[in-house]
């Protein structure tokens, strides 16, 4: 069955500090993959997707991240973070023989002012 | 104002009792899902239907029910036979395979 690892549960940062959150999953053949944000009392939202093409991909609030498929993997990145960063992030999978999408089990991103 | 809404916000049921959330969308997507969400869990498919009058099973469909009578509504079911209901609801809806687009939730609480 399919999955997807996020291997941060809990990561608290510094203004300013550089940001890097890991993603794996378990697929080998085409994906469709997606970053998730649900900031507090907030709905949840989309950061950035890939589905083809460059595999580095810039989304919203500063975010990118990069679909490595040597290693299955999909990394979110932000180089300096703000306060306002504090939420949860999801990574996602949709493999596209499938009409589901496999959600990881999110990170807590708490920022210092 | 395209969206999803998910009512109501909070619930409270005695156990035993059956209990229905209500999703409604009007972004004229194909495809609805309803999801579970607990701490440290991230999000769990209960069912999700690509297709009025259809819908499948999810990784976590015991002891709920859906229906899909009209493209815009997918109403989730939480029956007695759901073993720990307590949980925040997620209903989501998107195109095939795209993105998914979130409610705001229901807390339901069993007292």
Redesign the interface.
Known sequence: AQSVS?HN?HVILSEAASLELGCNYSYGGTV?L?WYVQYPGQ????LL?YFSGDPLVKGIKGFEAEFIKSKFSFNLRKPSVQWSDTAEY?CAV?V?RD????????TRLHILP | DGGITQSPKYLFRKEGQNVTLSCEQNLNHD?M?W?RQDP??????IY?S?IVNDFQK?DIAEGYSVSREKKESFPLTVTSAQKNPTAFY?C?SSN?????F????TRLTVL
Do not use: M, T, V, W
């Not at chain 1, 009409?99 to 999110?106: A, P, S, T």
């Not at chain 2, 095939?96 to 998914?100: L, P, S, T, V, Y």
């Open positions: 996020q549960h469709n997606f709905h949840l939202q989309l997707k999801f949709n596209n009409d589901k999408i496999i959600f990881g089990k999110g | 495809a899902y999801y440290g869990q991230g999000l769990r498919l999700y690509q999810g997620l989501a095939i395979r795209d993105e998914q979130f409610g705001p939730g």
